[in-house]
């Protein structure tokens, strides 16, 4: 049996950054197994996929005092402007970095290219081991310590276990830990496309009556699309070929980059709230998307999943004799209670206001813009948590 004194559930995102801000906040002096089901290396690894994210402000803020930062930047691509519009209808904002005295409002990043960034990364921390393909089958709890075994039968002991593995977690189920469901009536078709005109580090999200088209720049002059749609419209969409795809992109993307050319490879995901109230138990932590999982709209969720891990690593760095005591834990849900309430209810109440075309909130929502783009003070709440500006 082998003794750690933290084992975390999941190698994607989450739980690889928890692995390596534990590592560098404690100065080596945590041991860390990571227990990931899928091999690291493998293109088809889904927490590494093809996909891109946007990381705000603030979580680059975090990513560089954790020392990852300046490995992930030049694979990163700025986000200088932001350009949020209701489509058909007069109401817009618009953020610059200008504006804020910052020299980006956030990155756009591939996933797949941060996955090979912290397997190089791993690879180099001696008290990081990574054991893959591996899956947590059952986990036992006592007084002072967890007992987790491993679907090889491999038996791991540790003092704390974290559940970073995704919205449906297998560790959270074995431990019960109730999960919250909320369907949006809505799927996301992702797909990488090439616009007419350059970019420019312009970020677009753009409400139409069955959810918002979001368009995050990239390298190579690409957009990163996230196209919300109800579940029978993105099945057709799905279906159609390229330049019809394209043709009915256009009409509700709008033609703010000219002319969209070309569409990669499409994927598709339904879009759900899932969440956990109790984000820790007795010698067990929750975070990433096994403790929610948001609507992609204004791109939250990762973020938010991100604070989560600098919070918990600050709080087991500060009680390293113990980094599972009930105090260690209780401080953690203490300080993201706030956080997570508040940036779960933005995100889901947004999707509500701007995913429909009532007469009333059509004209609500347009209103709102409008006073935000010429009201500053209306404009910050809704900036900081853009930003990722949010206390934990």
């Known amino acids: 049996m082998k003794q750690f004194d933290v084992v975390i559930a999941g190698g994607a995102m989450a739980g690889m950054t928890l692995a390596l801000a534990l590592d560098t906040l404690s100065k080596g002096k945590l041991s860390v197994a990571v227990v990931e089901p899928f091999p690291v290396d493998h293109q088809a690894h889904p927490g590494f996929d093809s996909r891109s994210i946007a990381l705000s402000f603030g979580t680059v803020q975090i990513l560089q005092q954790l020392e990852l930062w300046q490995d992930i930047a030049p694979v990163a691509t700025a986000i200088k402007h932001i350009h949020v519009s209701d489509r058909s209808h007069a109401g817009m904002t618009e953020i610059d970095h200008q504006d804020l005295n910052v020299s980006a409002l956030g990155y756009v990043v591939e996933l797949a290219d941060v996955g090979r960034i912290y397997q190089q990364k791993i690879a180099q921390r001696d008290q990081i081991e990574l054991l893959s393909p591996e899956a947590v089958e059952t986990v036992e709890r006592t007084q002072n310590y967890n007992l987790v075994s491993l679907k090889s039968g491999q038996q791991l002991q540790c003092k704390l276990l974290v559940a970073a593995d995704g919205a449906i977690s297998s560790c959270c189920e074995e431990l019960g830990i109730t999960l919250n469901e909320h369907d949006f009536d809505q799927v996301a078709v992702i797909a990488n496309i090439c616009t007419e005109q350059a970019h420019q580090g312009r970020a677009f999200e753009r409400f139409t009556s069955q959810g918002p088209v979001a368009l995050l720049p990239m390298s190579d002059n690409r957009m990163s699309l996230v196209w919300c749609l109800r579940p029978d419209a993105a099945q ?60 992609p709209i204004a791109g939250q969720g990762f973020n938010l999943g991100i604070r989560d891990v600098a919070s918990l690593a600050e709080q ?13 834990l209780s401080a953690f849900k203490q300080r993201r209670e706030s956080d997570r309430v508040g940036t779960i ?22 209103l709102g813009l409008a006073l935000m783009d010429n009201l500053p003070p209306l404009k910050a709440p809704l900036l900081q948590r853009t930003l990722g500006l949010v206390a934990r």
């Open 345 to 366: 209810t933005l995100t889901s109440s947004l999707v509500h206001l701007f995913s429909n075309d009532y007469l009333s909130l059509r004209i609500g929502r347009n």
């Open 236 to 295: 057709q969409v799905l279906q159609m070929n390229d330049e019809a795809f394209l043709e009915q992109l256009q009409h509700d993307f709008g033609w703010r980059l000219g002319r969209l050319t070309q569409v990669g490879t499409r994927a598709s995901y339904p879009l759900l709230l899932r969440y956990r109230e109790q984000n820790t138990s007795h010698r067990f932590a929750i975070v990433g998307n096994a403790a929610q999982t948001l609507h």
């Open 316 to 328: 087991m760095v500060a009680s390293l004799e113990d980094v599972g005591a009930y105090s260690v």
